[in-house]
């Protein structure tokens, strides 16, 4: 059972104290987008009551509005353990900004020139890497075993070689919660000279993030999945955001992340990303100080936000090991991905299944007719779902634990899905 009792957080999140089916309802949709705290709220009302204005006026409400823009790339900076919050840049989503900078990438890039990407990464890791091939870039695509949806290292080492010029992969993979080597695979893209372009969207709310010790050249999260608002934010070392050509007008600016920060921005969502953020330190001061130890080196909001995400991801662990079991229980259930708690550390506490006598979307409807909020389909992981053979059949039923979940939320969650096999 969970060591940590994350139970009063809860309160903090408005959403969580919603009625459905005459109970409170259950959100294991966090692979989709997590809940808000209330701070998160306040902070975007907050913006647009007093501080609503566009970006370099001399008078007091655009002063301040830069201010907290700043300060939001600050936060990212911390979050990421960036070398500089000028290396953080905004924008709408991952998918928009990984199609931004895969353009200003493919810019650089010359006929027989090659990318690599997987099949086991959500569709906005593949779809812009391979439009590439429009530039006679060849594009090569690496599998995963189906028994256990690791990642085929032995096939990337394959394709590897002096004319790979970009490693696209998946933090973690966000239909069955893999969690993929990064440092390894960014050693192996430098070792012949290419970079690598990380998605961390399904990983971020489940552990710490350090791109200095991951080695990696760009990685792209969204907040939506930590506990903020709708936004994207993408990491890049300096160097190369700054000899990366942008497609931007031409009054913008020419220096990171400006040129990349296309229009006006969501100045009320980077507000709100502030306040997720320092919700995420404010964890990390109340519950993680046992995990301080493991932070050497890291001092004030970049050592709290490391001890929360410690925290969350040994709390998650244990209530997932909990739902994995009743899941392995249940006639008729098949469950996808490492399925072996003693690797569980190689996955994030996602879980996706199907059931015998019924399609992922009559389970999905079954469960949120009792309150219970998951997904099914394929969740823009399109090349999981067919390289598992399951796409023309609906996909998989895709639960999702975030650290405000609970042992009795899971509890009830197996109780339906028991009713439903039967």
């Known amino acids: 059972m969970p060591s940590i009792d994350f139970s009063p957080v809860r309160a903090q999140f408005p959403a969580l104290q919603m009625q459905d089916a005459g109970r409170q309802a259950v959100f294991f949709d966090g692979p989709g987008g997590t809940q808000v705290p209330q701070r998160v709220i306040d902070a975007m009302t907050h913006y647009l009551i007093e501080t609503n204005a566009n970006h370099g006026g001399a008078f007091r409400t655009s002063r301040q509005s830069d201010a907290i823009l ?22 709408p989503n991952m998918t928009s900004l990984t199609f931004q900078f895969s353009r200003a990438i493919g810019r650089l890039l010359e006929p027989g020139d090659e990318i690599i990407v997987t099949r086991l990464d959500h569709d906005a890791n593949r779809a812009p890497w391979l439009a590439l091939a429009e530039r006679a870039v060849t594009v090569h695509e690496i599998d995963f075993n189906a028994a256990d949806c690791t990642l085929d290292l032995q096939d990337l080492s394959a394709h590897l070689n002096s004319h790979t010029r970009l490693v696209a992969v998946g933090y973690a993979s966000n239909a069955v919660g893999t969690i993929n080597p990064i440092a390894q695979i960014a050693h192996m893209a430098h070792a012949v000279g290419a970079w690598l372009w990380v998605d961390a969207v399904h990983y971020a709310p489940h552990g710490p993030i350090d791109v200095q010790a991951l080695d990696c050249d760009f990685l792209v999260c969204s907040p939506y999945k930590f506990f903020g608002p709708h936004s994207g934010v993408v990491w890049g070392r300096y160097d190369l955001l700054e000899a990366l050509r942008a497609y931007k007008v031409r009054p913008a600016g020419d220096l990171p992340p400006d040129k990349f920060e296309t229009g006006t921005q969501s100045h009320e969502a980077q507000a709100g990303v502030l306040a997720a953020v320092d919700y995420l330190a404010d964890l990390g001061r109340t519950y993680g100080g046992a995990y301080a130890a493991n932070f050497p080196g890291f001092s004030g909001r970049r050592l709290q936000l490391k001890q929360a995400m410690a925290a969350v991801r040994t709390y998650e662990r244990a209530l997932f090991e909990h739902l994995v079991d009743g899941l392995m ?65 609906g996909g998989v039923v895709r639960a999702g634990l975030a650290h405000y979940n609970t042992l009795e939320e899971v509890d009830y969650c197996l109780g339906c899905l028991r009713e439903l096999a039967e």
């Open 329 to 393: 229980a249940i006639p008729g259930l098949s469950l996808y991905g490492i399925c072996d708690k003693a690797r569980f550390g190689e996955r994030t506490p996602t879980a996706a299944f199907r059931l015998s006598n019924r399609s992922p979307e009559q389970v999905a409807q079954a469960l949120a007719d009792r309150g219970v909020y998951v997904w099914s389909g394929n969740f823009y992981a399109l090349a999981v779902t067919e390289r598992l053979g399951i796409e023309e059949t």
């Open 70 to 91: 700043a300060a939001a790339h600050e936060a990212m900076a911390d979050l990421l353990n960036a070398p500089s919050a000028r290396e953080i840049a905004f924008g």
